[in-house]
């Protein structure tokens, strides 16, 4: 019997809207969004599944992604800029 996972609908424009709010004094222009992998525990790459933009971790195929831009997705899970 095979599980359904349901997978996260990610819309690359809803992600740009909400994260990429102009933010006086800070460098925005470099922030970059990326991929908190939870199975994982770390920074992924992902990769879309099927019509719409739904993502997926590279490494375990998993669903339960977090997203942000790199700072705050470091700064939320206490990651040092370094750990790549
Ligand atoms: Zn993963």
């Known amino acids: 019997m095979t599980e359904e996972k349901?997978?996260?609908d990610f819309d690359v424009n809803d992600i740009l809207?909400?994260?990429y709010k102009p933010v006086p004094n800070d460098d925005y222009e470099e922030q970059k969004i990326?991929?908190?992998c939870h199975?994982?525990?770390k920074l992924v790459d992902t990769e879309s599944k099927g019509k719409k933009l739904k993502f997926v971790c590279k490494e375990c195929?998993?669903?339960d992604l977090s997203y942000g831009t790199e700072r705050s997705i470091r700064n939320?899970?206490?990651m040092p800029e370094a750990n790549d």
């Open 6 to 8: 349901e997978i996260p």
């Open 17 to 19: 809207k909400v994260e």
């Open 34 to 36: 990326v991929f908190y």
């Open 39 to 41: 199975d994982c525990a």
């Open 61 to 63: 195929q998993g669903s």
């Open 76 to 78: 939320y899970y206490n």
